[in-house]
């Protein structure tokens, strides 16, 4: 019975499309759920070069009946504060756990330091003790400012992607690219003096989150130790940073520039990163599952087969050699043979 249902027939041509796939010859390759399972881990430290772009600084202190509420514009920063919060290096510690070696998943810390730089004009506006104000004023420690985050304290969590760009055959020298990507909470530790009135707060106070993102070049000797080079450049939302009576926030971007020294070591076994060699075949190799190919068989069993080669012809028989007649004494000739010169001849009648 034919259907005039057109939800039918498409139902009938997914099926039959279906089917012809399910039935298709195809390669099967290796899941990654069946290959073997792999893993390292790797941790370094290092310093860094920071540098800032200009933001804003907004500021809200005092008490009802006396509350200031203003913003601190374009202010210029650099990395000149001498005190430093918490551990003062980059740390960086992960792990691949693909197949190939090349994700892993990152925990970073960046010490950023943060001071805002002495002498430079800084425009103030917004409510100052209850009254609006719309100035600019030299922001100098003898005016009575100072503006120093000295640990903005990074804390990321990252993923890694590794793409290698050379190695050697003993595997004792090699080339990776990384880039890294994350997102974390800023732990600062700030000291400031605004209008005079000085505040200095805890370290690893709890102040907003940040994101970053950065591009390496490593270069591992002897398959474990390894020397990196980092660009990296970050965004920091700071907020409840402490001020006298009151709180600050600022959103900071950044750039640094980080070398790190490092140790790399595989925690699984038959990782090529980490083992001899094989130069007999190619690292990372899976052979795929292929489906049976009888002409190809046949074909790779005849080049194996050793050649045949004919019989050779049989060589004719020798004639048969006569039978030599038995040796005589030479002082009897035979009848066939005259005598010999040197015998002696008969008298007449003997």
């Known amino acids: 019975m034919r259907s005039g249902n057109p939800t039918h027939k498409r139902l009938s041509l997914l099926l039959l499309a279906l089917s012809a796939m399910a039935y298709a010859p195809v390669r099967a390759q290796v899941s990654f759920a069946d290959a073997e399972k792999r893993g390292s881990i790797y941790f370094s430290v290092g310093m860094n070069s920071p540098s800032h772009k200009t933001s804003d600084i907004d500021i809200v202190s005092g008490r009802p009946g006396s509350v200031s509420n203003y913003t601190l514009s374009g202010v210029a920063g650099d990395n000149s504060t001498t005190k430093t919060s918490g551990f003062p290096y980059n740390f960086r510690i992960g792990y691949f756990f693909d197949y190939f070696q090349n994700w892993a998943v990152e925990l970073s810390y960046d010490p950023l330091k943060y001071h805002v730089s002495d002498g430079q004009i800084v425009k103030m506006t917004g409510q100052l003790d209850g009254r ?31 793409i290698q760009l050379f190695q050697i055959k003993s595997h004792n020298l090699r080339i990776d690219a990384l880039v890294r990507a994350g997102i974390g909470p800023c732990m600062p530790h700030i000291y400031n003096s605004l209008q005079g009135k000085v505040a200095e707060y805890p370290s690893f106070q709890l102040g907003g989150w ?29 907020k409840d940073l402490g001020v006298y009576d009151g709180g600050a926030s600022q959103k900071l971007v950044s750039s640094q520039v980080i070398f790190s020294l490092g140790y790399w070591f595989s925690t699984t076994k038959h990782n090529p990163l980490f083992m001899k060699p094989d130069n007999r075949k190619p690292p990372f190799a899976i052979k795929p599952i292929m489906p049976p190919d009888n002409q190809e068989d046949q074909r790779k069993t005849l080049e194996k087969a050793p050649e045949k080669t004919p019989p050779a012809e049989e060589a004719p028989a020798p004639a048969p050699v006569p039978d030599t007649p038995p040796d005589t ?12 010169p040197d015998a002696p001849v008969p008298e007449p009648g003997q």
Do not use: Q, W
Not at 133 to 154: E, H, K, R, T, V
Not at 215 to 231: C, Q
């Open 329 to 340: 004494p030479p002082d009897e000739p035979t009848p066939d043979m005259p005598p010999s």
């Open 210 to 238: 940040n994101a970053g993102a950065d591009g390496s070049l490593r270069i591992t000797l002897m398959r474990h130790v390894f020397l990196e080079a980092s660009y990296k450049y970050s965004y920091a939302s700071y």
């Open 132 to 162: 609006t104000i719309d100035s600019s004023f030299a922001f100098s420690p003898a005016n009575g400012y100072f503006y120093n985050i000295d640990g903005a304290n990074l804390l990321s969590v990252n993923i890694v992607r590794r």
